[in-house]
């Protein structure tokens, strides 16, 4: 952390050994601890009672601020999370709502404890709130979070925390994302710890300030109070169970289930092999106006039950597409925790001890006052969660008993476009600010047994829900012409990724004038939804702003416009970053992200693709092109012209490579003794450490160094050649150059990696210790 | 003399109950007989015409009613062994079905499921995309249309799904809660190429916003629909054919009933009637002993059920999850949780004690019935603990082995954890208390009500077991374990015991308060289709009250709570009552100070429930007294028995509950053998036995 503005790295929270933070507590704030033999002494029983107290409470908080909520976003979305922690901040139950604020909870805890315990005090009946992304509780500063000590006979015993995301927290622009923020300044004040509760009292003063400087204050005073009730029931439970069962046995309880947690993780991750995984991503455009890919790095080590995330070669930060350490720690946990602790309860503080991070300063991912970061936890830190699932994906894959657990990439970030304006529906005239929510039924990563969930919603809000049309339509002066599964959009592979939707609004007829839009996205060109072991990528995100419809606000029409060549008008690609207008005339159209497929699409059974064509899942065009399926004429698999039209994909990647004149080798069944499979096509053969292709058992090269990787054939060729679903010119978004590469078996042809990337995009490079 | 039946069609049993309104009541039991389900009830009717020494044509036709509540629809739905139906949606909204709002992976699931994400799929389409057609059309959120409806292509949409041999077609328009007019005109459109074709409305079966769980309600109504006609309409004619006088009628998920003609067409409301039907018995019974809140429970081999009644009213929801889909239902809230007798404890890799959520049910049962399970069970732990005794229950006739109950205990949870045997099964048996305490405790507590205004029933064959300890800690302030001649057959009884609940609602979302005019509209529309409803019952009722209800939320909120109305006229003044009214409740549920007016008040849905009492009392009886509290005569033996982790095992008496009266006083720690059930009255709980021969356990 190195701001350039003296004292600015005051408000910033890193984690903290629990001795020295010990140190820094000043003695007027006695705190509840307990000895290490008192932790040991808990019987299972009690351990199990008081364990399954602490669960129902967390699920009590979640229910309580969805009950409460103003806001879409928690209602609507779950786009929230909660915890319960030890007196030093240490998590010991959260949610399986957004999994990454869990990377920030904690941190927020641990800055209050250290700058908040002399002035103003922390005293019983206290709650404070904070909306500052350096500090945490929070990953930007649409988060906000209230945190709540609880005391038991005068010691600060724990902590909860409630978090949701605000709609709107004030800034430049409606939904406080302003894409061409130059730094924080332009974007919503971020906001550190205040005391917004005193002595049980919501104090007015602090209250009104934090509305004042919304456009949605009613909303933001709504889950404010949301917040405070979920934290005041659960303290209330808290205090019950420690009247029953005494604060030491319920304190040791806690320390219990995170070292019961910690020591989980660490014995599923001593099954896995040794070895480093590395991935490289991108971010599209920095701001408003410019054109280039930003990349994060992360290079995954995994030595015997510890992990370390190196995200060094990460660029520096710049533009909008920035996040502080707290939206680092969310990247890893944002899919660290469902891939590789989906089993194990969520005592987070034990899983959050398994993992350590190396990160230069100033970076994208490890950004210092004042960037802007109003769009880390979309981007960046998504984007970087996304690089930590695909290398513990690829770790995963290299153990046959974990194989299940491998899942590509989920839709690469949301689809952002906050829509603003004024509803004068019926003779009213009331301001309105929100994200399209529809966004949210993104598709699901394919796994090895399984197609990847249609419209599934986010890997990262595991309960994560899209609205109602109806819904959205009464409360905003919008209408959907349409809402839809996009045929195609799912990334093809041997398990197809789960599609995604579109979404086509119109202003509704009553309205006049233009709303705003803010529109933020990135996976437009480089897709960050990418498949695995040969799997393409899910669909490229795109934003569309249809100027002069043929029906205005449905005026008078007859019929409803079906698709997009329906529409009439003409059609304005929106950007990564970037703001735009809806006019009367005119259509928004969204279409988000799908999930990544899973293996070559060559090798999917026929008659599963023949099932997609039947269920719109797959066009036909697709089947045939992507797929090479072929249909008799009464809709039944043609299995003989089906495999003479995969031979004929095959010869063409083998053509692509440079490799001429070659017959291809016959894909037979994997060679069973003397092997261990690395994915769903590789396999190393033990005794030569030579790397051998399971389908055609040609040998390709040594595993050591990825030396095998220049003996795969690879092809460079146009990014639509991955599907209709992928954006044909990319040049609308970015100078870049950006191409479909897929890296072949020199035998058979068989795709283990497909992926658009821009020209130059590094070779895979693991290095699998456990056999090299 | 006249009769009312109750006839309870359940999976494995049907069971009936008759009271001729002059406190006689008896019961049958009869296996159930799929596919002809008809076949089981009339043997039940048989049997309880055998029992008060009647002919069967006599019994019917001196009955007044016979009310139904059959399993039948909710394991089709469950099971998927359901009719072929298409949808006809708007264009453009097809997908609605599919993209299930994305929370498709986790409705209905529980927290640790949902947590892991990798094994959360949607569950199967409830049709595949050929039989899910579009049609042109537009109405807006004010019931506007703005594209009208494009009639021959609906001609042609039905013509295909005809063609395709669909069995029923579900309708569901946007917005069309707000102006039915293009789905009926659909309906009319489909019956002039298919007239027999059943079609179903969403703006009848479920007029309410939110279009997902509309269509979702709509197609499972299609699908259960045709066939609980094909169930009904020969069951009612054999039942003519033998003379039956009064009405066949059936019970809802909400509680109440609607006559057998009408059921098919609003299926969907009846997938809960025999959950309901537990429910209302205990507000029967509990109007009996002049409880006014109650927390049933119901803990069979798998699953653990909790409902309340709170002011001698069952708590209703609007909704319900089946097989993660949404119906859109009113009905009584039935809370489930995976721990009954049968569930499953196991250790896991971080050496929690776990128990359930799957149950031994479906394989081999617990280990102890020596019929091949080997994974302990509560059933196992209540054996080692001297809680059931190795004779087995009915009487001896399912004997126990403690061997295997041991052994499974100790491979799977005494030896992970490092414990003895008896340390094992008391744990289990603690744990299961807890959770069962932690589900009741959170549903009172939501629902906005202080467990100590309580009383609880326990019910079901392994409850009383296990009530005087999950009730501990709720602080409630008796537990009654109904014991008397409907025990084993309560659904019956509540089903027979049941009045006829018929309810409407309109969604009209607007800023609160809304001019007294538009709601004195509102309800009379609402009360007046109620009323033209109960004329189509055939039944004489001794009295008819109307409730009133309206969903409120503050603006931008998007969960509603559902605030009473008044009753009298509507003035100027009764939008502010009935905001106050909702403050308040509002402040119980999440606590002082949680309100916020400023951010002002929307009402969603209005609602009226019509309750129509039949002119016939369904009355308890009572059994005979004792002479004094004694129960030495009831004294079966004495056994060495663990209730309590602290104490270990003390010697317990043991009572036999044929031998026990009215007056009847039993000191814990004890128990007491009932030919289907034990019931556990551990130290510091007194047991006494009351007029209707129930055990009233209470704490000191």
């Not at chain 2, 609880?456 to 409630?476: I, M, S």
Request: glycine residues 12%; hydrophobic residues 40%; contains cysteine.
């Amino acid at each position: 952390m190195a701001s350039t503005i003296p004292g600015a790295d005051e408000f910033t929270s890193r984690p903290v050994p629990r001795e020295e933070l010990l140190r820094q507590i000043p003695p007027t704030l006695p705190l509840h601890r307990i000895d290490e033999r008192q932790a040991e002494e808990v019987n299972a029983l009690t351990y199990e009672v008081v364990r399954h107290r602490l669960w129902a409470v967390t699920q009590e908080m979640g229910e309580t601020l969805r009950r409460m909520s103003g806001s879409h976003v928690v209602t609507e979305s779950n786009d929230f999370n909660f915890s319960i922690c030890d007196e030093l901040g240490e998590q010991v139950q959260v949610g399986a709502y957004n999994v990454g604020l869990i990377g920030s909870m904690d941190l927020a805890i641990v800055w209050t404890l250290r700058n908040r315990s002399e002035n103003p005090g922390i005293e019983e009946g206290d709650m404070f709130l904070c909306n500052d992304p350096w500090i945490g509780g929070g990953l930007h500063q649409n988060d906000a979070a209230v945190l709540a000590p609880i005391f038991h006979e005068g010691r600060l015993f724990g902590w909860t925390t409630a978090i949701a995301h605000q709609v709107d927290l004030g800034g430049p622009r409606p939904g406080s994302f302003s894409p061409s923020a130059r730094d924080v300044f332009g974007e919503a004040v971020p906001t550190p710890p205040m005391r917004v509760v005193r002595g049980g009292v919501l104090q007015r003063d602090v209250a009104d300030a934090w509305v004042r400087r919304s456009r949605l204050p009613h909303m933001v005073g709504l889950d404010l109070r949301a917040k405070i009730a979920a934290n005041r029931n659960a303290a209330e439970q808290i205090l019950r169970l420690i009247d029953k069962y005494g604060a030491d046995t319920v304190k040791a309880v806690m320390r219990r289930m995170m070292d019961d947690a910690e020591s989980r993780l660490r014995d599923k991750l001593r099954t896995l092999p040794d070895g480093t995984w590395s991935a490289v991503g991108y971010q599209e455009q920095s701001g408003t106006g410019d054109r280039d890919l930003h990349a994060l790095h992360v290079a995954m080590t995994k030595q015997d039950d510890r992990l370390v995330f190196d995200f060094r070669g990460t660029a520096g930060q710049t533009g909008v597409i920035n996040c502080p350490y707290p939206g680092l720690r969310a990247g890893i946990v944002f899919t660290m925790l469902p891939l590789l602790a989906g089993d194990i309860p969520w005592a987070a503080g034990g899983l959050m001890r398994c993992f350590e991070i190396v990160t230069d300063e100033d970076t994208l991912t490890n950004a210092s006052f004042p960037a802007a970061v109003g769009k880390g936890p979309f981007g960046p830190a998504w984007g970087s969660g996304n690089l930590v699932a695909e290398v513990i994906a690829r770790m995963l894959d290299a153990e046959p008993d974990h194989r299940e657990d491998v899942q590509s990439i989920c839709n690469g970030t949301t689809d952002l476009c906050v829509v603003s304006g004024v509803d004068v529906r019926g003779g009213g005239h009331k301001g309105f600010v929100s994200p399209v929510f529809d966004v949210m039924a993104g598709g699901y990563g394919a796994q090895v047994h399984h197609d990847g969930v249609d419209t599934g919603g986010r890997l990262i809000i595991p309960s994560a829900k899209a609205p109602d049309v109806e819904m959205t339509e009464y409360l905003y002066p919008l209408l959907a012409l349409w809402r839809r599964e996009e045929t195609d959009s799912g990334g093809p592979g041997r398990r197809r990724g789960g599609m995604s939707g579109s979404v086509c609004y119109v202003q509704h007829p009553d309205q006049s004038g233009d709303m705003s839009l803010v529109v933020s996205g990135t996976g437009k060109v480089a897709n960050q939804n990418v498949g695995l072991a040969g799997g393409h990528p899910g669909n490229s995100q795109l934003d569309l702003v249809v100027r002069g419809i043929d029906v205005p606000q449905l005026a008078g029409a007859r019929s409803m416009p079906g698709g997009l060549d329906d529409l009439g008008g003409t059609v304005e690609v929106l950007p990564c970053e970037g703001e735009s207008t809806l006019g009367a005339g005119d259509a928004l159209y969204l279409h988000w992200q799908a999930g990544g497929g899973y293996g070559d699409p060559l090798l999917r059974p026929a008659e599963d693709v023949r099932e997609d064509v039947l269920q719109v899942r797959v066009s036909p065009d697709a089947a045939r092109n992507v797929y090479g399926l072929v249909l008799r004429a009464d809709g039944e698999v043609d299995a003989t012209a089906t495999e003479e039209a995969r031979a004929v994909l095959r010869h063409r990647r083998a053509t692509d490579a440079g490799l001429t004149g070659a017959a291809l080798a016959p894909i037979g069944t994997p060679r069973p003794d003397g092997v261990r499979r690395l994915d769903d096509n590789l396999a190393v053969e033990v005794e030569s450490r030579t790397v051998i292709c399971v389908h055609c058992g040609t040998g390709i090269g040594p595993l050591g160094k990825s030396a095998f990787v220049e003996g795969l054939a690879r092809r460079e060729v146009a990014p639509t050649e991955a599907g209709p679903h992928i954006w044909h010119d990319p040049s609308v978004y970015v100078d870049a150059d950006v191409v479909f590469r897929q890296l072949c078996c020199p035998g058979c042809l068989t795709a283990v990696h497909s992926r658009v990337v821009p020209v130059g995009h590094p070779l895979p490079h693991d290095d699998y210790r456990s056999w090299a | 003399m006249s009769y009312a039946l109750g006839i309870d069609v359940g999976g494995t049993f049907t069971d009936a109950v008759a009271s001729d309104g002059a406190g006689r009541i008896v019961s049958a039991k009869t296996p159930t007989t799929p596919p002809h389900r008809e076949v089981g009830v009339m043997r039940a009717i048989e049997e309880i015409a055998a029992e008060l020494g009647i002919g069967v044509g006599d019994l019917l036709a001196e009955t007044d009613f016979i009310a139904h509540g059959t399993t039948a629809s909710i394991n089709a739905l469950v099971q998927g062994t359901v009719a072929e139906v298409g949808l006809i949606a708007t264009k453009g909204h097809r997908d609605s079905i599919y993209i299930m709002n994305a929370e498709g992976r986790t409705l209905g699931r529980a927290a640790h499921e949902i947590q892991d994400t990798l094994r959360q799929r949607k569950p199967a389409p409830l049709i595949p995309k050929e039989r899910a057609l579009e049609v042109t059309e537009r109405v807006d959120h004010a019931g506007k249309v703005l594209v009208p409806l494009d009639e021959e292509e609906v001609r042609a949409r039905a013509r295909t799904l005809v063609d395709q041999g669909v069995e029923a077609i579900a309708v569901c328009l946007l917005w069309s809660f707000k102006n039915p007019a293009h789905e009926r005109r659909v309906r009319e459109l489909i019956h002039e190429i298919a007239p027999d074709m059943y079609v179903t409305l969403s703006s009848d079966v479920s007029p309410r916003i939110r279009e997902f769980s509309r269509t979702s309600t709509t197609l499972m109504n299609a699908q259960i629909g045709p066939r609980l006609r094909m169930y009904l309409t020969p069951l009612q004619k054999r039942l003519e054919e033998n003379g039956l006088k009064g009405p066949l009628l059936v019970m809802q998920s909400e509680g109440g009933t609607i006559t057998a003609d009408r059921a098919p067409e609003h299926a969907i409301t009846t997938v809960g009637s025999v959950l309901s039907g537990g429910v209302i018995g205990g507000m029967r019974m509990a109007e009996q002993l002049g409880h006014r809140n109650v927390i049933t429970t119901d803990v069979g081999g798998t699953t653990f059920l909790a409902g309340l009644i709170v002011d001698g009213e069952p708590v209703r929801a609007p909704g319900s999850v089946v097989n993660q889909y949404p119906i859109n239902a009113a009905t009584i809230q039935v809370h489930t949780i995976g721990s009954g007798g049968g569930a499953l404890a196991s250790v896991d890799a971080g050496g929690n004690l776990r128990l359930g959520p799957q149950s031994a049910e479906a394989v081999h049962g617990p280990a102890c019935y020596g019929n091949g399970g080997t994974r302990p069970t509560n059933t196992d732990a209540d054996l080692v603990l001297g809680i059931l005794s190795p004779r087995g229950l009915l009487g001896g006739r399912k004997p126990l082995r403690t061997d295997l109950a041991r052994e499974a205990l100790r491979t799977h949870v005494a030896e992970p954890l490092g414990l003895t045997v008896e340390e094992a099964a008391i744990a289990l048996h603690e744990v299961q208390n807890a959770q069962a305490g932690d589900l009741l405790r959170r549903a009172v507590v939501q629902a906005g009500h202080d467990p100590r205004d309580f009383v609880v029933y326990a019910f079901g064959g392994a409850g009383p077991a296990h009530c005087a300890g999950y009730c501990q800690d709720l602080g409630v302030r008796e537990v009654v374990v109904p014991l008397g001649p409907v025990a084993s057959a309560f659904s019956a009884y509540g089903l027979a015991a049941s009045d006829v609940v018929l309810s409407a609602e309109l969604s009209d979302p607007s800023a609160f308060p809304v001019p007294p005019d538009v709601l004195a509209s509102h309800y009379t529309r609402l009360e007046n289709d109620l009323r033209r409803a109960l004329d189509r019952q055939q039944v004489t009722f001794k009295e008819v009250t109307m409730e009133r209800e309206v969903d409120l939320r503050y603006s931008m909120q998007v969960n509603e709570l559902a605030v009473g109305v008044p009753e009298t006229g509507f003035t100027e003044r009764t939008g502010d009552e009935i905001i106050e009214r909702f403050e308040e409740r509002y402040e119980r549920i999440n606590g002082p100070g949680a309100g916020y007016s400023e951010a002002g008040v929307q009402a969603i849905t209005y609602r009226a429930r019509a309750k129509a009492s039949l002119d016939f009392p369904v009355v308890l009886p009572d059994v005979a007294r004792a002479d004094g509290p004694d129960p030495a005569e009831a004294f079966l033996e004495e056994r060495p028995v663990c209730l309590d982790s602290r104490t270990g095992f003390v010697p317990t008496p043991v009572y036999d509950y044929a031998r026990l009266r009215a007056g009847h006083e039993i000191t814990g720690p004890a128990i007491v053998d009932v030919p289907t059930t034990v019931v556990v009255v551990p130290a510091g709980v007194t047991g006494r036995v009351d007029r209707l021969g129930n055990l009233v356990l209470s704490y000191q």
